[in-house]
């Protein structure tokens, strides 16, 4: 599979993000959607801190996993009791997928 290399920018950061063929659309979108969501918490709440922002921005994306996934994936948290709607499975891998890309990028 082909790679490339493409820069996202998230809180007018620059990360050079290696993506498969085909990813990049995905990509884009993702950031793009991240970046809004910290203008509305921006907008919504007297947090100017941009750390403080993108925590609040993953706790959301964390809530809404905790929500669409059936098991914790907190450890010693219980079993959810019920099963929510699921994500489609091409969203969960992409949001794997850029989990994994991050966390990458983060250890160096």
């Known amino acids: 599979m082909q790679e490339n290399t493409i820069n996202i ?3 007018n950061r620059s990360y050079p993000i290696t993506a498969a063929e085909g ?5 884009r979108k993702a950031s793009s ?3 809004q969501m910290l203008d509305q918490l921006k907008n919504n709440y007297a947090v100017r801190d941009l750390q403080d922002l993108l925590a609040m ?3 959301e994306l964390a809530l809404y996993k905790a929500k669409t996934t059936a098991a914790s994936t907190i450890p010693g948290e219980p079993q959810a009791q019920q099963q929510p709607a699921a994500l ?4 969960t891998g992409d949001l794997g997928e850029l989990e994994r890309r991050i966390a990458e990028y983060l250890a160096g």
């Open 88 to 91: 489609p499975a091409d969203i």
């Open 33 to 35: 959607m991240v970046n």
């Open 23 to 27: 990813e990049d659309d995905n990509l």
């Open 57 to 59: 921005c993953c706790l």
């Open 9 to 11: 920018k998230i809180a």
